[in-house]
């Protein structure tokens, strides 16, 4: 059964703690977003990757950095963890090209709270 | 950049009851896709619809597309308890999907 795992469900961080968020597909998908989901905004995009060592922001990657060392794994760093970043955290993969063009794989999601 | 908008935001039906979510847009896409969410879960893809189709169906579920009037449409027949949940539309064609924020699906038994 294909998959997207994240590592953590549940995760308590303070503020100004620099947090790794781990996200792994067994799919060999192209593709891997970072998505966070907050009550009354739906998901925004903060940051996706087409290929290995490539990037590009999404619509808030401010406070967030990415890394994608090896096409299975992409991680989302909160470089010095605040309170307005307390939310649900979504993986997701596409095959290429990824363009919106296939249907996404999402993890579990992730639920970090800074406190 | 929120693209979709769904209608109603929450929604509540008897078991055996159809469901049906709409969705508008505002740009042009190349196809429109639908996602269910438990509560407290990741996003799981339902089915996709590309801008020249017109309706498709899976299993229960019935997704018809108007791109003239940039809105989507999905029907959820005999609605069962199971089927609680939130429901997402994302369009695709820019450099990655763009999801509203959802209606919540309410089946009471």
């Known amino acids: 059964d294909v998959k997207v795992t994240q590592s953590s469900r549940y995760l308590v961080k303070r503020t100004g703690e620099k947090v790794f968020l781990e996200c792994v597909q067994d799919m060999d998908h192209e593709n891997m977003f970072w998505y966070r989901q907050d009550p009354g905004l739906g998901l925004r995009l903060i940051y996706f990757s087409y290929d290995v060592k490539m990037k590009e922001k999404g619509d808030i990657p401010e406070g967030y950095s990415v890394s994608r060392e090896k096409k299975e794994r992409f991680s989302l760093i909160l470089e010095s963890a605040s309170t307005n970043q307390t939310s649900m955290y979504l993986c997701?993969?596409?095959?290429?090209?990824?363009?919106?063009?296939?249907?996404?794989?999402f993890g579990s999601g992730t639920r970090l709270t800074v406190v | 950049s929120q693209q979709g908008e769904e209608d109603p935001q929450a929604l509540s039906i008897q078991e055996g009851e159809n469901a049906t979510m709409n969705c508008s847009y505002k740009t042009s896409i190349n196809n429109l896709q639908w996602y269910r969410q438990n509560s407290g879960r990741g996003l799981v893809h339902l089915i996709l619809?590309?801008?020249?189709?017109r309706e498709k169906h899976s299993g229960r579920l019935r997704v018809t597309l108007d791109t003239s009037k940039k809105s989507s449409s999905l029907l959820i027949t005999a609605s069962r308890a199971a089927d609680t949940a939130s429901y997402f539309c994302a369009t695709g064609g820019g450099t990655a999907l763009i999801f509203g924020k959802g209606t919540t699906l309410s089946v009471s038994s």
């Open positions: 997701a993969s596409t095959p290429a090209p990824g363009q919106g063009i296939y249907g996404y794989t």
């Open positions: 619809i590309r801008s020249n189709e």
